[in-house]
């Protein structure tokens, strides 16, 4: 089954398809957004060797003359290390503004390949066909790229929109099971924030083959939410922010590790859990949620607490969010399962009502 999205903007429109089996039509698929004869593909080691050179005979099947940039894997590639080499490799491929960029990977490839795209000869074109459920639902829609740096996540980056976005959930079939459940910790997500009906087909669920037989549906749903969001608020100064939920503790659990002990997706699944705990505890939001997320995560295989030697920490990198706007924080809390809100107060304020040992090992 065919489905596709547009992503309507001021400034720009683009396409979003979802079909199984698309990988083998990508360059067909790609001539319809890209009219030139030179391609660059950004990706990383695992996906180079699982897919690497059929990828190249399926763009030089089309027509284009295409050569690929490989990183380590790993969240430590979204590095202004790797972008430099990036840009070197683009040079020594002799891409031009007339070229194209394909990222072909997971979040990471595609907030670093993205992000460099748009700051290469101060913006090339680029497509994204991500790899990953976390990047098919999530990271490769609405424009967000970046780079780490030391102090946190994404704190250097930009909007930059692709031409389109090809998504073929036949190329999950050789994610490890760990980091499938990490996207479906984001689809979680977009069932607790807006789709309550998904929430619970995702809890009722069975066997990995009925997940795989309706994942078209849960990458459509996903991604028609994050649409819906994108189109009203782009730049992520209002609604769109409530995409968020989980993910100001989760990056702070994430730094707190050093990317090394939990995933993006298993980071933001413990702080659901932890902040509907402290949004439940001042009657924000209704009685048993957080234990309907602790069971649904548990389902997934999804950690929702946490051992921490120095909770003070976890409130350091919090201070450092870049949603952090002065004084003030945003932060998403659920009024009940598919219904969430913004709420906007202080750092001090959660340091002093969230009871952080209790959220973190209940």
Known sequence: MNRCLDINLVHKKYPLYIQRGLFNELGAEIKKVYGGSKIAVITDE???????????????????????????????????DTLLNIYDSLINSGINRSHLIVTFGGGVVGDIGGFAASTYLRGVSYVQVPTSLLAQIDS??????AADLKQGKNLVGSF?????????????????????????????????IRDKKMFHALMDYNTSEELDENMEYIIHSCCAIKKEFVEKDEKDTGTRMLLNFG???????EKYFNYEKYTHGEAVAIGMHMMTRFSESL???SAGTAGAIRNILCKYKLPHSIE??????????????????????NIVVLKEIGDAEILKTSTDFIEEKFHLKECIIS
């Not at 003359?65 to 202004?80: H, Q, R, T």
């Not at 996207?183 to 997500?189: L, N, R, S, W």
């Open 160 to 192: 930059y929109h692709p031409d389109a976005v090809f998504i073929d959930p036949e190329l999950l079939k050789t994610l490890d099971e760990r980091f499938l459940h990490d996207g479906m910790a984001e689809a979680i997500k977009y069932g607790c």
């Open 140 to 145: 490769s829609i609405g424009g967000k790229v």
């Open 308 to 329: 921490i030697a120095d909770a003070s920490k976890i409130f350091e990198n919090i201070k450092l969010d870049k949603k952090n706007a002065g004084d003030h924080i």
């Open 283 to 285: 009657g924000i939001t």
């Open 46 to 80: 695992n996906l180079n060797y699982l897919y690497g050179s059929r990828l190249l005979s399926i763009l030089k099947a089309a027509g284009f003359e295409a050569s690929s940039i490989v990183l380590p894997p790993g969240e430590k590639s979204k590095s202004f």
């Open 247 to 253: 993910h100001t503790i989760g990056h702070a659990v």
